[in-house]
């Protein structure tokens, strides 16, 4: 097994890195400058270097499972919303085909379930996860889709709650257990599920267990 990560240099990404890295499976990261080497060399990652908005085929030789954490930031706008995540979520699931990778794991939103609900300030960007997601499940390729709610820097409990809406009480995940939740979605070879969670008090595992046993749900 080998893992390609991508979005490492990410909030998320690094987390899902130091994941991979206490789960001890191999794993390679895709970064786009090489100054940002040094820290992925140090979990153990093997390196390779490409831009999500050019062909990053490359980055997919020797891998059997992949996983994107990559995204937009708030303040960059439709255009790179629809590049990060719409357009090379979708080459992902092309090129994880094209290499029959075992697993294709995509961290998504919340807001994935209803993008015509969401807010006018996320609403495209909804859009635009909604359909990166639509793509992956037609894609063909083994997939788990996560779609978190609201993100925190707080340190991770190992519990989130399934959800898939999200309201004035919903607790916000923190990157860490968003990171557990996804390599726990590897070592257990969860395949064709969308995942809805938000923070909470059940534990992974257990989550995963419910999830495992019920049907998938866009």
Known sequence: MKVLLIGA?????????????AASLPFKVLLRKS?????????G????????????SHAFDDVTHVIYAAGSAE??????ERAIDRDAVQHTADYAKRRRAQ??????????YWPESSTLQLKHYSKMKREADDYVQASGVPYVILRPGALSDE???????????RNPSTLPVSREDVARVTVACITRGVRDEVIGFVGGNT????????VQTAPTSR
């Open 103 to 112: 697993q294709l794991v995509v961290i998504s939103a919340i807001s994935a």
């Open 45 to 56: 990652a093997q390196i390779v270097l490409g831009d999500l908005t050019h062909d990053f």
């Open 155 to 165: 340190v991770g409990r190992g519990t989130i709650a399934l959800a898939t809406t």
């Open 9 to 21: 240099h990410g909030r998320t990404g690094r987390h899902v890195a130091r994941q991979l890295r």
């Open 203 to 210: 534990p992974i595992d257990a989550a995963l267990n419910t």
């Open 35 to 43: 100054a940002q080497r040094g820290e992925f060399a140090a979990l």
């Open 75 to 80: 303040s960059e706008g439709v255009n790179e």
